[in-house]
């Protein structure tokens, strides 16, 4: 653990979903179809409860509370993996699945 007693996590985008129907009846011209922002299996560790450089603002207020979750060292009794969780960003238009996984080294 570091310094301050938490543990690093580990954010993967895990899927990037494609919501056309409801994009096509809502989203304004021109807004892309799917999240521009990351790539599939693209990886960011957060140390010390922190927002990884370049990870979306947005989706980092949603995910921020889970990820002090699993730095201190706690576990989701409702997902098979110690030190896991799967977190979908709150964008409907848009909406992004995360792993994250508690680094314990």
């Not at 993967?12 to 179809?33: N, R």
């Not at 238009?93 to 792993?99: D, I, N, T």
Request: glycine share 8%; charged share 30%; with cysteine.
């Amino acid at each position: 653990m570091g310094a301050t007693n938490y543990y690093d996590v580990k954010i993967t985008v895990l899927k990037k979903l494609d919501v056309s129907d409801i994009h096509e009846k809502y989203a304004s011209e021109g807004v892309p179809t799917k999240c521009s922002k990351y790539k599939e299996g693209q990886e960011y560790i957060s140390k010390n409860c922190n927002k990884p450089e370049g990870f979306c603002s947005w989706a980092w207020a949603g995910i921020q509370d889970k990820v002090v979750f699993l730095a201190l060292g706690n576990d989701y009794p409702w997902i098979k993996q110690k030190g896991t969780e799967i977190f979908c960003c709150a964008d409907g238009l848009h909406p992004v699945l995360y792993e994250l996984e508690r680094i314990e080294e």
